[in-house]
């Protein structure tokens, strides 16, 4: 292996290494918003409407800075903020297939929704962010802070 393939290789796993950790984060954090606010009364579509305002802000503050390393910029945060949006009804599918179909409590429900999501998101905060689609972009190294 040539040290620039071992160069690129390391940097590829590092983002991702970062990736999984942000968006771990974010799960739990949106996960607890989702929960409590079910638990509170509210639906679980009500539930992800209401927790993707400030999920919108944390994600992709955190995404910008820890997983991609790159400058937040108010384009960056619309491209994010479509592509969070755009995963919403894939997640409202899952949740009803979950919790009105097979009658899973919200507890199960809200994280293996988030679990189904995990590679959309990656591919599309990517594509926000970094700003490439690309397939071979997304394994491309980032650039350092």
């Known amino acids: 292996m040539t040290l620039a393939a071992l160069n690129l290789q390391t940097g590829i796993v590092a983002r991702f290494v970062r990736y999984v950790g942000v968006g ?9 918003f989702l929960i409590g ?13 209401i927790a993707c305002g400030p999920m919108l802000v ?7 800075i820890v997983t991609f390393r790159q400058e937040r910029s108010l384009a960056g945060f619309l491209r994010y903020g479509g592509a969070v949006i755009a995963g ?3 997640s409202l599918a899952c949740l009803f297939v979950l919790c009105d179909l097979l009658y899973a409590p919200i507890w199960i429900a809200g994280p293996l929704t988030t679990g189904f999501s995990f590679l959309c998101n990656y ?7 970094a700003r490439s689609f ?10 350092p802070m």
Do not use: D, K
């Not at 771990?24 to 607890?32: D, E, S, T």
């Not at 606010?37 to 409407?49: H, I, Q």
């Not at 690309?134 to 650039?143: E, I, N, P």
């Open 134 to 143: 690309s397939a071979r972009s997304l394994w491309r190294r980032s650039q």
């Open 88 to 90: 919403i009804p894939l």
């Open 123 to 129: 591919v599309s905060a990517h594509w926000a962010i």
């Open 58 to 64: 944390i994600g992709y503050c955190l995404h910008a």
């Open 37 to 49: 606010l079910v638990w509170s009364g509210f639906s679980y579509t009500a539930g992800v409407l």
């Open 24 to 32: 771990a984060l974010c799960a739990i954090i949106a996960n607890a």
